[in-house]
């Protein structure tokens, strides 16, 4: 079977100012990865204005392109619409779903959404208490939810689960502890132990660390841009050394 190459990135954040540029760093990326996976936080403020400028930089590369939109996206209350331009350009986003890209006959599935936050083992928040707090932790109770079930209707040979916020705090180390509950939540790693996946890719945590792993054993990578300081980062799933 293939050993298959997952280029990765997150938190590009890119405007009007850099159109263009962020196309001649991933140009030549067929020849090092077999897909490119990107981890949400998109655009910086989440306009439709900005969404076309992503749209044209991930647009048209011969290898697939697979991503979720993170907390910018939403920021203008424009990312349905952002998520429309990416689909119509041809990049499959994903919203707490899965699907599965064939790769020289290697089914890759991919399952995830946005995420959301709530903390970690000792430190998170409870289904307990005022409406707002149970609505907060309810919802990524319901993201996960969605997730395990994608996870599980995945009919793939390797699996990914691509996020923008982290199912660990171990790439968190390097951010402020008081703000872990707003950067992740265990519950995410929960789904993905529940049904088993090679690798979870997030971003998220710019002062975070690239490396670390589930309860379950599961790899998990931060791929924010600022932590990986490249265009984007490749790993492989029997190992990161491609």
Not at 94 to 116: I, N, Q, S
Not at 135 to 143: G, N, P, S
């Amino acid at each position: 079977m293939k050993e298959l190459r997952i280029a990765a990135v997150a938190d590009i954040h890119l405007g009007e100012d850099l159109r263009g540029h962020y196309r001649k760093k991933i140009e030549g990326i067929e020849r090092r990865a077999d897909v490119l996976l990107v981890g949400g936080d998109l655009t910086r403020h989440g306009t439709i204005a900005e969404g076309r400028v992503v749209a044209e930089e991930l647009s048209g590369l011969p290898i697939p392109v697979v991503a979720v939109l993170g907390n910018h996206d939403y920021h203008s209350d424009h990312n349905q619409e952002i998520v429309d331009l990416l689909r119509d350009a041809g990049i499959t986003v994903l919203d707490d779903e899965g699907t599965v890209v064939p790769v020289d006959g290697v089914r890759l599935g991919v399952a995830g959404g946005k995420g959301f936050g709530g903390g970690f083992a000792g430190k998170c928040a409870s289904d307990f208490g005022e409406p707002e707090t149970k609505a907060f932790v309810r919802h990524t109770k319901d993201i996960a939810e969605r997730w395990r079930r994608a996870l599980k209707e995945l009919d793939a040979d390797h699996k990914i689960v691509l996020s923008h916020y982290s199912p660990v705090k171990d790439t968190l180390m390097g951010e402020p502890p008081e703000i872990y509950p707003f950067l992740g939540s265990y519950m995410l790693a929960e789904a993905a132990d529940a049904e088993g996946a090679d690798l979870f890719i997030h971003g998220h945590a710019h002062a975070g660390t690239e490396k670390g792993v589930t309860p379950g054993g599961i790899r998990v990578r931060n791929v924010a841009l600022p932590v990986i300081k490249h265009a984007y980062t490749v790993y492989c799933l029997n190992g990161d050394d491609c």
